[in-house]
C-alpha cells in the first residue's frame, strides 16, 4: 500500500462486504484476505482461508436474519477499530444484539491478514437458564451498590 487513503479504502471495502455478508458471498469477504489470516473471537480462534469460512458458514447456519451493522471505524496505516453492531435470532436464545469491536490489521497489499473481533459474549451465556442465573448472582455479588 502507497498510502493512508488506500489503507482506508481497503479496510472500507472489507466493512462493506461485511455489512451485505450472506452464505453466498463469503467468497467475496474471504478474497480481500491473506491467505494465512488469524479470525478470532470468544469462541474462535482460527487461521487460514478455508478455517474463517468455515467460522462464518457456521454462523449462518446458527443465526437467522443475521445484520451487521459498521458503527464507526478508526485507524492509522495497517491497524483499524471497528465498532459494530450483530443482530440475529438464534435458535431459542431468539433474537440477540451483540455490539463490539474488530482490530483489523492489513498486509502490505491492503489484505486483511488479522481480525480479532472483541464482544462481551457473557451477554449471551446469560440468556441460558441455568448459566444465566448462575451469572446473575455474580454479577450482583461484584458489582457496585448504589446508595
Not at 473471537?41 to 443475521?66: C, H, I, Q, S, T
Not at 492489513?106 to 491478514?113: I, N, Q
Amino acid at each position: 500500500m502507497n498510502s493512508q487513503s488506500e489503507a482506508r479504502a481497503a479496510v472500507d471495502r472489507y466493512n462493506r462486504t461485511l455489512e451485505t455478508l450472506r452464505p453466498d458471498t463469503i467468497d467475496d469477504l474471504l478474497a480481500l484476505c491473506t491467505a494465512d489470516i488469524r479470525f478470532a473471537d470468544p469462541f474462535n480462534d482460527v487461521v487460514g482461508r478455508a478455517a474463517v469460512g468455515r467460522v462464518y458458514e457456521d454462523m449462518f447456519g446458527k443465526v437467522r436474519d443475521l445484520k451487521f451493522t459498521v458503527l464507526d471505524c478508526h485507524g492509522a496505516g495497517p491497524v483499524y477499530l471497528t465498532r459494530w453492531r450483530f443482530e440475529g435470532r438464534m435458535g431459542r436464545l431468539g433474537h440477540n444484539a451483540v455490539e463490539g469491536m474488530s482490530h483489523l490489521t492489513l498486509d502490505g497489499d491492503g489484505l486483511v491478514r488479522a481480525h480479532i473481533d472483541y464482544w462481551d459474549a457473557a451477554r449471551l451465556y446469560a440468556r441460558l437458564p441455568l448459566l444465566g442465573a448462575i451469572l446473575a448472582a455474580i454479577r450482583r455479588r461484584i458489582s457496585a451498590r448504589a446508595g
